[in-house]
């Protein structure tokens, strides 16, 4: 599947956020498919973007989409958390780092990633599945080996699901497990029909991406490291998708700002338009928190 078709959320505002400058550098820590890094390096003159992401299938539709930038774009295969590392090897300092914590259309429409209830993929959901470093537990061994408490305490836990004993009772009462749609009928068998917005399966999934994925994790690791990588007056970005990021993001940012390491800019958290939403559905959730980089602070 190309990049093409993919639309990056808040497209708009993250390049006029990130205050663009030709002959900066730009780090774009989730490259996904390129959409954003695309919009990036078109703006650049002399200035390099790096495009960051763990994901190597999508690494190469975001290669092919950005090819025609040449030598201003350089794309990685790391996590979040591999930042400054990276930074390090590549000798430079971030006018701008951008995160967009969504998962990617490909993975979501890759039904062998088992991303993805609407099709019966395998109980995957790595998005690095090049390297066991920086995963958890496959979804597969959590699904089917872990015991009742265990699990109803992480679909809880990351996925914020109220009925989650519930869920994981039914779970463990229909093992084996054999693919994403077994399991998404096991869940919306545990729960009461009514008017939903989501899929009954939605929060069980998202539990076990980010429990598979240690994105909570990476995540704080990334935000830890990244104000390091940055030049003085450099834009921080990131779009978050569910309130255990936002929440995150925002503490990390409101502490960076106490101690004088970042000045927040957005006093409120910017959500895409409704005009947005209606033409991409994958921005329904998404907010976005941005902050700027100053001369002095512990972080440097």
Do not use: C
Request: glycine content about 10%; hydrophobic content about 40%.
């Amino acid at each position: 599947m190309g990049g093409a078709g993919h639309i990056p959320v808040l497209l708009g505002p993250v390049l006029e956020w990130l205050a663009i400058r030709p002959e900066g550098t730009y780090v774009d820590a989730t490259v996904g498919l390129g959409g954003h890094a695309e919009g990036i390096a078109q703006r650049l003159g002399s200035g390099r973007l790096i495009g960051i992401d763990r994901d190597q299938a999508a690494l190469g539709v975001a290669r092919e989409r950005l090819a025609g930038l040449g030598k201003r774009v350089e794309l990685v295969q790391g996590s979040l958390s591999s930042i400054g590392e990276i930074a390090r090897r590549l000798n430079i300092r971030a006018d701008g780092v951008l995160a967009d914590l969504g998962v990617s259309s490909l993975q979501l429409d890759t039904v062998e990633r088992g991303f993805s209830f609407r099709g019966a993929g395998p109980l995957d959901m790595r998005m690095d599945r090049t390297s066991p470093e920086g995963s958890g537990p496959a979804a597969e061994e959590i699904v089917n080996r872990w015991p009742e408490r265990d699990l109803a305490d992480l679909l809880y836990r990351f996925g914020e699901e109220h009925d989650s004993r519930r869920i994981a009772r039914a779970i463990v009462r229909s093992r084996p497990i054999r693919d994403t749609a077994h399991l998404a009928t096991a869940v919306a068998g545990a729960l009461k029909r009514g008017r939903q917005k989501l899929h009954p399966a939605t929060k069980t999934f998202l539990a076990l991406r980010i429990a598979v994925n240690r994105e909570l994790e990476e995540l704080e690791q990334f935000l830890d490291r990244a104000p390091a990588t940055m030049n003085p007056g450099g834009r921080f970005v990131v779009l978050s998708y569910h309130s255990l990021e936002d929440r995150a993001v925002k503490q990390a940012f409101r502490r960076y700002d106490r101690e004088g390491v970042l000045r927040v800019l957005t006093k409120k958290v910017i959500v895409p338009s409704d005009a947005e939403r209606a033409t991409n559905p994958r921005a329904r959730s998404a907010k976005m928190r941005v902050a700027e980089r100053l001369a002095m602070g512990g972080a440097a």
